[in-house]
T-cell receptor, first 114, second 113 residues
Framework: EAGVTQFPSHSVIEKGQTVTLRCDPI?????LYWYRRVMGKEIKFLLH????????ESGMPNNRFLAERTGGTYSTLKVQPAELEDSGVYFC????????????FGPGTRLTVL | DQQVKQNSPSLSVQEGRISILNCDYT??????FLWYKKYPAEGPTFLIS?????DKNEDGRFTVFLNKSAKHLSLHIVPSQPGDSAVYFC????????????FGAGTILRVKS
């Protein structure tokens, strides 16, 4: 069974540009999460989908970030316009059920904003 | 205002010895704690967990200890192996947090052979 996949693995863009990150969860996992790790600090929660609905988006930094999960399968996270402080590694995770069900993480997308 | 703190950025241990990784938390509402391991260019992978009703959970070479009064948990790896070299993240959650995990900044473990 394939794990969580993320695309691209790396992205380098200039300040003001737009970037879209994609996450494909494990098949059958209704729960999908986005996290971000900035400059070797802690991994921070961004938001949580249950199927196509946003269950919790309390960690989204500001309205430059837009996450979607149309059809309840893959998810995209768009940053528009990107700022320098958006640089970091963006992780996606999925789980079959909620609660304390194990979250399986993807390899992450390293975003560098110049 | 980090709620989960891993105060040791790195730890170096000789192969075969014990590795002890520490984690402190500030929020008494956390009632579930996890350790994740991360290799370079990979995502974190779940290692072991403990709920607040326990003070110890063991899985092979890995044991997690929880001291609720001190708001402290630790991960013991015995014996340490070179393949254990990775970044270890402590994470916490609780009913009021729903499904989201609150992570520490990680500790880099190097096991020398």
């Amino acid at each position: 069974e394939a794990g969580v996949t993320q695309f691209p693995s790396h992205s380098v863009i200039e300040k003001g540009q737009t970037v879209t990150l994609r996450c494909d969860p494990i098949s059958g996992h209704d729960n999908l999460y986005w996290y971000r790790r900035v400059m070797g600090k802690e991994i921070k929660f961004l938001l949580h989908f249950v199927k196509e609905s946003k269950q919790d988006e309390s960690g989204m930094p500001n309205n430059r970030f837009l996450a979607e999960r149309t059809g309840g399968t893959y998810s995209t996270l768009k940053v528009q316009p990107a700022e320098l402080e958006d640089s970091g590694v963006y992780f996606c995770a999925s789980s079959h059920a909620g609660g304390w069900d194990e979250q399986f993480f993807g390899p992450g997308t390293r975003l560098t904003v110049l | 205002d980090q709620q989960v703190k891993q105060n040791s950025p790195s730890l170096s241990v000789q192969e075969g010895r014990i590795s002890i990784l520490n984690c402190d938390y500030t929020n008494s509402m956390f009632d579930y704690f996890l350790w994740y391991k991360k290799y370079p260019a990979e995502g974190p992978t779940f290692l072991i967990s403990i709920s607040s009703i326990k003070d110890k959970n063991e899985d092979g070479r890995f044991t997690v200890f929880l001291n609720k009064s001190a708001k402290h948990l630790s991960l013991h790896i015995v014996p340490s192996q070179p393949g254990d070299s990775a970044v270890y993240f402590c994470a916490a959650s609780g009913e009021e947090y729903g499904n989201k995990l609150v992570f520490g900044a990680g500790t880099i473990l190097r096991v020398k052979s």
